[in-house]
């Protein structure tokens, strides 16, 4: 079946641009979430959904990062106004929610690159 | 809080040899470990994970790790090299602090070479 897709891939953009990066979970994954990866690091976690609902947001780095999940299926994360350290791949991955289940399916990810 | 320690960023073994990453962790509770593999341009694909039980798993690809709470590690091992094991690989934890649906905290990750 289908995992996790990532658009776009690759997003350049001018510093002070606002992004906007989308992430289609597995079908019937409950639980979203989003991380960001510096280059050379590992995954850093930035917020969580069940659902649509934002259970957790504690790593988002400021409050120029935005993220949704209106429907319990598509995210879309935001990035206003973007720094040259919000250079980064952004990644998104979506679980079965419940008991028993914590593998995380990660998607490709969306490389950005700010200038 | 949560920490997650790979020792060497980097590690060099040869074809056919055995493959050992380091990773420990710090968890305030019983953890969840996970390793994770990455290739160039790719997402992360998981090797194997521990969550309750038998404290040697079994991956995919020949992998293994053994969970020694003792140690507090989860050193990932593979008998034999190969080619295509070349990639970055990520130990991570859970400590289900939020009801089995947590955010991972990863290692900053081993680049395994392989040399022919």
């Known amino acids: 079946g289908a995992g996790v897709s990532q658009s776009p891939r690759y997003k350049v953009a001018k510093r002070g641009q606002d992004v906007a990066l989308r992430c289609d979970p597995i079908?019937?994954?409950?639980?979203l979430f989003w991380y960001q990866q510096a280059l050379g690091q590992g995954p850093e976690f930035l917020t969580y959904?069940?659902?649509?609902?934002?259970?957790?947001k504690s790593g988002l780095p400021s409050d120029r990062f935005f993220a949704e999940r209106p429907e319990g299926s598509v995210s879309t994360l935001k990035i206003q106004r973007t720094q040259q350290e919000d250079s980064a791949v952004y990644l998104c991955?979506?679980?079965?929610?419940?008991?028993?289940?914590?593998?995380?399916?990660f998607g490709p990810g969306t490389r950005l690159t700010v200038t | 809080a949560q920490s997650v320690t790979q020792l060497g960023s980097h590690v060099s073994v040869s074809e056919g040899a055995l493959v050992l990453l380091r990773c420990n962790y710090s968890?305030?509770?019983?953890?969840?470990l996970f390793w994770y593999v990455q290739y160039p341009n790719q997402g992360l694909q998981l090797l194997l994970k521990?969550?309750?039980?038998?404290?040697l798993v079994k991956g995919i690809n020949g992998f293994e790790a053994e969970f020694k709470k003792s140690e507090t590690s989860f050193h990932l091992t593979k008998p034999s090299a190969h080619m295509s094991d070349a990639a970055e690989y990520f130990c991570?934890?859970?400590?289900?602090?939020?009801?089995?649906?947590?955010?991972?905290?990863f290692g900053k990750g081993t680049h395994l070479i392989i040399q022919p």
């Open positions: 521990y969550t309750t039980g038998a404290t």
């Open positions: 991955a979506s679980s079965l929610a419940g008991q028993g289940s914590y593998e995380q399916y």
């Open positions: 959904f069940q659902n649509e609902a934002q259970l957790d």
């Open positions: 079908s019937g994954h409950v639980s």
């Open positions: 991570a934890v859970s400590d289900l602090s939020g009801g089995g649906a947590d955010g991972l905290t």
């Open positions: 968890s305030s509770v019983p953890p969840y």
